[in-house]
């Protein structure tokens, strides 16, 4: 087993702005016939717009043999997958118009953390035999990550830099974290702080911090 050097990481964002792709092909990757869990076929279309409306996140609009679905199916934004309940045959095709973000990986970037928790609840009550209790219990509320990412200072391609934007209009972003050319976790996140720092004797640096909104992935690189 050989160790792994952080120059290998890398960080990658998705744009402002979606497009809309309609008629995409869909592949199943469950593991039988009993088909239930779909991902679109083009790799570059797999960050899916999360288009608010009433209720929450507008889903994409699925296809099976070019009918439109009306039973239940799951979505995952971050990796442009669907699960459909019940499963479909093996003889079904699966189609969807989706609102995707285009990917790119973000340069200047030359450090990143990520700190991920799980609230630990305490559910210690007296004991009901004649014994007392010595040791806590707990049990696993809610999940959590935040990242931070350290960047060198470069000329912004418009007159708002990309962070302080994307804080200021309160725009949620997906960050994939390279960890090596392997892996890699990827989520939606939100800006929770932005900091600049200028030295007469260094480089401006601008550090990132970002809380994850909604689940993590730890996936293979694609």
């Known amino acids: 087993m050989a160790a792994v050097t952080g120059k290998g990481a890398k960080v990658k964002v998705t744009s402002a702005t979606y497009s809309t792709a309609a008629a995409e092909a869909f592949t199943s990757i469950s593991p039988t016939t009993d088909r239930t869990e779909f991902r679109i076929t083009d790799g570059t279309k797999r960050h899916w717009a999360r288009i608010t409306s009433t209720g929450g996140p507008l889903p994409p609009l699925m296809l099976v043999n070019s009918t439109a679905h009306v039973g239940d199916f799951d979505v995952n934004y971050v990796q442009g997958k669907v699960t459909f309940d019940p499963a479909l045959t093996t003889a079904d095709v699966v189609t969807g118009t989706v609102y995707w973000h285009t990917a790119s990986f973000l340069p200047w970037t030359r450090s990143f953390t990520m700190d991920v928790n799980t609230d630990m609840l305490d559910v ?41 934007d994307r804080l200021n209009t309160d725009q949620d972003i997906l960050v994939e974290l390279h960890m090596a050319s392997t892996y890699k976790f990827e989520g939606w996140a939100r800006v929770e702080g932005d900091s600049w720092g200028a030295s007469v004797d260094a480089l401006q640096t601008e550090d990132i911090t970002l809380t994850v909104d909604g689940p993590l992935y730890y996936a293979t690189t694609e």
Do not use: E, H, Y
């Open 124 to 164: 210690t009550a007296f004991s009901t035999t004649t014994g007392v209790v010595q040791w806590r219990s707990f049990v696993g509320g809610l999940s959590g990550a935040t990242i931070d990412l350290g960047r060198i200072v470069d000329t912004p391609t418009t007159s708002t830099p990309m962070w302080f």
